[in-house]
T-cell receptor, first 112, second 111 residues
Framework: GQNIDQPTEMTATEGAIVQINCTYQ??????LFWYQQHAGEAPTFLSY??LDGLEEKGRFSSFLSRSKGYSYLLLKELQMKDSASYLC?????????????WGLGTSLAVNP | DAMVIQNPRYQVTQFGKPVTLSCSQT?????MYWYQQKSSQAPKLLFH???????NEADTPDNFQSRRPNTSFCFLDIRSPGLGDAAMYLC??????????FGPGTRLTVL
């Protein structure tokens, strides 16, 4: 089956660094996405990894290890507005199409 | 600004009364998706259009139908809403298999 695991909740302090882990067991893996979702709003795209290694984009970085089925999202210099749910999604080949398998999300609370 | 628009943002319907949710996009993306998301759950893909090709998820109930009359518009029809269909419905678009851009969602309440 297709499965994605990520922690349910995390707490961090403003200005700190936090790492949100995601492990996946999928067949036909074709890339890993991270999305941010504030309460009551739609997900917004943060990052995409298809090759092993680290992708840096401002305060946010994402890492992928395909051999380990593992990714993480690194948030630096945390701000209060970073309090949100962070969704990990694996893109897989499904027949003639590709689709996303979503994790349940990690709810991050940033405290002053 | 190019974007994904969903109307209405909030929809209240009665048990069993058909409802249609709409999505439009100015991104000129060829793929459009409909997701259902319930509280504290991951988005659940209902179906998607790759260009004109309709792709239904195996576990999407027959109660849910979709139409895509042109590139810019896509509709979700719920023929007989039940209490369990109350959720946020998210429309998303992508260019091919690249990242998906989401609309603000329509929150459906079933009375």
């Amino acid at each position: 089956g297709q499965n994605i695991d990520q922690p349910t909740e995390m707490t961090a302090t403003e200005g700190a660094i936090v790492q949100i882990n995601c492990t996946y067991q999928t067949s036909g893996f074709n890339g890993l996405f991270w999305y941010q979702q504030h309460a009551g709003e739609a997900p917004t795209f943060l990052s995409y990894n298809v090759l092993d290694g680290l992708e840096e984009k401002g305060r946010f970085s994402s890492f992928l290890s395909r051999s380990k089925g593992y990714s993480y999202l690194l948030l630096k210099e945390l701000q209060m507005k970073d309090s949100a749910s962070y969704l990990c999604a694996a893109r897989i080949n499904a027949g003639n199409n590709r689709k996303l398998i979503w994790g349940l999300g990690t709810s991050l609370a940033v405290n002053p | 600004d190019a974007m994904v628009i969903q109307n209405p943002r909030y929809q209240v319907t009665q048990f069993g009364k058909p409802v249609t949710l709409s999505c439009s996009q100015t991104l000129n993306h060829n793929v459009m998706y409909w997701y259902q998301q319930k509280s504290s759950q991951a988005p659940k893909l209902l179906f998607h259009y790759y260009d004109k090709d309709f792709n239904n998820e195996a576990d999407t109930p027959d109660n849910f139908q979709s139409r895509r009359p042109n590139t810019s518009f896509c509709f979700l029809d719920i023929r007989s809403p039940g209490l369990g269909d109350a959720a946020m419905y998210l429309c998303a678009t992508s260019r091919g298999v690249s990242e998906q851009f989401f609309g603000p969602g329509t929150r459906l309440t079933v009375l």
